[in-house]
């Protein structure tokens, strides 16, 4: 049974750079073909893929947000991190880690609930 955590600042000023890690145990990020994404919800919106890292270290970012995002591990915590910068105050959002059971992977937002194993999510406020 995957378990993913997150963990990071519940908030950050504007134009600052918010940094959230999550923690991966019963399962390893290096695992051949899995995939370990970010997705975030907007109070009052839907949910929204930010972008993913596979097995390998190879990135994928939503082109809306590939300017301010970066997504990174540390196999040896068995840990991959978010970076998004700068933020603004429509950065607000619950941020999750989420991977799934098998090596599928969802780059569409409408396809977000998809994703089969969720950390419990933390709540980011962008705000000065």
């Known amino acids: 049974q995957v378990q993913l955590q997150e963990s990071g600042p519940g908030l950050v000023k504007p134009s600052q750079t918010l940094s959230l890690t999550c923690t991966v145990s019963?399962?390893?990020?290096?695992?051949?073909?899995?995939?370990w994404s970010w997705i975030r919800q907007p109070p009052g919106k839907g949910l929204e893929w930010m972008g993913a890292m596979a097995y390998s270290g190879n990135t994928y970012y939503s082109p809306s947000l590939k300017s301010r995002t970066s997504i990174s591990r540390d196999t040896s915590k068995n840990q991959f991190t978010l970076q998004l910068s700068p933020v603004t105050p429509e950065d607000t959002a619950v941020y999750y880690c989420v991977t799934n059971d098998d090596e599928t992977y969802y780059t569409d937002s409408s396809k977000a609930r998809q994703w089969y194993y969720w950390g419990q999510g933390t709540q980011v406020t962008v705000s000065s």
């Open positions: 019963g399962g390893s990020i290096t695992t051949n073909y899995y995939y």
